[in-house]
Every structure is written in C-alpha cells, then in structure tokens.
C-alpha cells in the first residue's frame, strides 16, 4: 500500500491564549513537535498542513523529510486544510490524518489502523467508543475531498461512505490540548509510548478505558511491507454507525 500521513496543525488555537498552541513545550519539546516526530516514525511519506503563524512554527520545528503545505485559506475552517493536504498526497493509496495537538497518538496507532482499512473506505480511531484520530482515507474518499463545500470537514466526507471504527485505546491516548491548563496536566499523565508498551495502563491516561491488544504492527513491520491484516490488531465490534468526525 502507498500510504502517507496527513496532519493538520494551521489552526490558531484561540482558546490557548496569545501563544502559538503549536510552539507550545511539552516535555521539552514543542507540541506539535510530537506529532510530527511519531507520523515520521510511521510512514515514510508525510505532509504538514500550516497556517496561523506558519512561519514561526517552520523555523521552530524539525519536520525531517515530511513536507509543509502553506493552507491560506486555515481561518475558514478544517475543511480547508484538509483540501490543501490531500491535494499534495493526490497519488497516494490511502492517507492516515492526525492532528497537530494531540501528542500522545503512537506510530503504532497509525500502522494499525492502515491495516484495519483492508474492506473499507475509511478507518475511525476509537477511544473508549470515543471517535479520535488517526482517521484513515482511502483512494475513495480521497477522490471526493475537492467536493466538500465550504469549510465543511471529516464528518461530511466520512457521512457518505462505508467507515471501519476501530478500537485502539490500548495503543495510544487521543487527548488533545486546547487551553494552557490542559498542556500542564499532560505532564503528569503517561505518553502514548508508555501505553503501546504495557508500562502504563489506558486507564491511567485521559481516555479512560480501552482494550490492551498484544500483537499490532510495529511501524517497521508496516514499513517493510511484513504486516499482514491477520497481524493486525482484532477490531472491536463497530458502534452506531452514525458517521462522527472533526
């Protein structure tokens, strides 16, 4: 499969204050920082969709080899970005999309819920039954990206096709920072990492509860082409399947 990652990061974050929530530390590094390093971990092809304060953030982050993709238009909402983002991946097979302020999502989760799109247009990352990211697209979807009005987003799009949601808390935390309160409270919570390795239970995190699995795919598994559906992750019955995205 030609995968790539997606993630979005050109909002301006209002209810984080006058700093730029993307610059913001965490653990020593800033937050979007996290979200990039663990898609490049993932997938050997990434793009970085920016807006607000673009140039500060190009100069302050490591992006490695992901490209960033300039979204004028970021200010009239997600849908924009998403457009710019899947314009730059138009030859790709499938895209997984994450967002630049949840840092504890793990290249595990990622992996994993590429394999789960096998039989499916699109894959939705389950929390606890709670929808978060990664969101996976197919050839399919990606086709009817151009046709999303306005600053329509995910939910629209995923509402007319057949979506995969998939349970993956044991994975990762899908917590995201809106507020500087929030970013000081992750400090005292477990990564991601530790959760997808055992040393700290979903519990413990934000998302408060998911099933453990035991056996995903390892990004370098994916990556070489050595993770079969059968070592995927087992999926979790599908919830009411009212479409939820954002």
Avoid at 107 to 128: H, K, N
Wanted: negative net charge; aromatic residues 4%.
């Amino acid at each position: 499969m030609n995968a790539a990652g997606l993630i979005l990061a050109a909002g301006a974050g209002t209810r984080f204050g006058e700093q730029t929530k993307q610059l913001a530390d965490l653990r020593g590094k800033p937050l979007l920082q996290h979200a990039v390093d663990t898609m490049n971990a993932a997938l050997e092809r990434v793009v970085v969709v920016l807006g607000h304060d673009a140039d500060a953030i190009r100069a302050a982050i490591d992006f490695g080899d992901a490209a960033v993709v300039i979204c004028e238009q970021w200010a009239q909402g997600q849908g924009y970005s998403l457009r710019a983002g899947v314009a730059v991946l138009a030859d790709a097979d499938a895209i997984a999309i994450t967002l630049g302020d949840q840092p504890f999502i793990t290249p595990e989760v990622i992996t994993g819920a590429l394999v789960q799109l096998e039989g499916y247009d699109a894959v939705r990352a389950l929390y606890d039954g709670a929808p978060g990211h990664p969101v996976v697209l197919s050839r399919t979807v990606m086709d009817a990206v151009p046709e999303l009005g306005g600053d329509a987003g995910a939910r629209e799009l995923l509402a007319r096709f057949n979506v995969h949601r998939w349970e993956a808390g044991g994975l990762a935390s899908a917590v995201d920072v809106d507020t500087p309160d929030e970013l000081a409270r992750l400090d005292q919570r477990p990564s991601g990492a530790a959760i997808a390795a055992g040393e700290a239970a979903p519990e413990a995190a934000l998302t408060e509860r998911a099933t453990a699995p035991d056996d995903g795919p390892s990004a370098a598994a994916f990556q070489a082409g050595n993770a079969a559906p059968e070592a995927a992750l087992t999926a979790a019955p599908d919830p009411d399947p009212e479409a939820t995205a954002g």
